[in-house]
């Protein structure tokens, strides 16, 4: 288990995958490259600022999809976009001393205050990483849960994000995914968009429902049989 005093920021090159990369482009990773576009627009990232926890509480928003991912002690959670914090927290109480978070964000500088935030709360069960937009960057094997909480429609390469997270479950790990059903450049995503870009990518999609009390829906992935090349990857249609 790290400790609250030993957290560390650690940025990691993305990984290359392929033999012939492409050349890179403005607005693309090269790393990306070798994996479609999505065919929707992306959204802008928002603040991490969180000024509403105390809203989201009265809506027992982070009990609610926590019962529902079936989040208990001894569980090792990922948690993807993590901003300052408002579902870390809450993750730390719940997995207790036996249990695991990683706090993962492509915003150092809201790391660094969700860093700020672990050492004050003195949550030696949680740790803090840097990722990248196509790759967040987690260790092999090691997640029962990867959160995606309203975040998804923000990451501009989902097909290589979605990819490369694919190693890092454990057996019968989980991806949860939290988002609202409007269009992307809205932040949010409809339901058929999501479940085809993460069975273009190889994921089975286990439960979906819809959640009027947490303001959206709750959907749950597993691995499917095989992960897709990248090469094989189509763009899933946003028509």
């Known amino acids: ?16 995958i392929g033999c012939e990369p492409m050349a890179a482009t403005p607005d693309r990773p090269e790393s990306a490259l070798e994996f479609p576009l999505p ?20 809506r027992n928003e982070a009990q609610v999809v926590m019962d529902l991912a079936n989040i208990e002690e001894g569980t090792t959670v990922a948690d993807i976009g993590a901003g300052e914090g408002y579902y870390t927290v809450r993750l730390a ?10 706090a993962q964000d492509i915003s150092r500088e809201a790391l660094q205050r969700l860093g700020r935030r672990v050492e004050r709360e003195r949550l ?25 909480v309203h975040m998804y429609h923000e990451v501009t390469e989902p ?21 609202v059903d409007r269009p992307t ?33 709750f959907a749950r992935f597993e691995r499917g049989e095989k992960r897709s090349e990248p090469s094989a990857i189509k763009a899933c249609s946003n028509g």
Not at 2 to 12: E, N
Request: aromatic share 10%; net charge negative.
């Open 39 to 58: 065919d929707r627009p992306v959204a802008e990232v928002v603040s991490n600022q969180f000024s509403n926890e105390d809203a989201r509480d009265e």
């Open 159 to 179: 097909y290589a994000f979605l990819w490369r997270m694919w190693p890092a479950l454990a057996a019968e790990g989980q991806i949860i995914v939290v988002d």
């Open 124 to 148: 030696e069960n949680i740790s803090i990483k840097l990722g990248e937009a196509d790759d967040p960057q987690l260790p092999v094997d090691s997640f029962d849960r990867i959160f995606l």
């Open 93 to 102: 109480e719940r997995v207790g001393e036996d249990g695991r978070v990683l």
């Open 1 to 16: 288990m790290m400790r609250a005093a030993a957290l560390v920021l650690t940025a990691f090159s993305p990984l290359l």
């Open 185 to 217: 450049d809205r932040h949010g995503i409809p339901p058929k968009l999501l479940f085809c870009e993460f069975s273009a990518v190889g994921y089975r999609l286990v439960e979906f429902i819809e959640r009027p009390d947490i303001r959206g829906y």
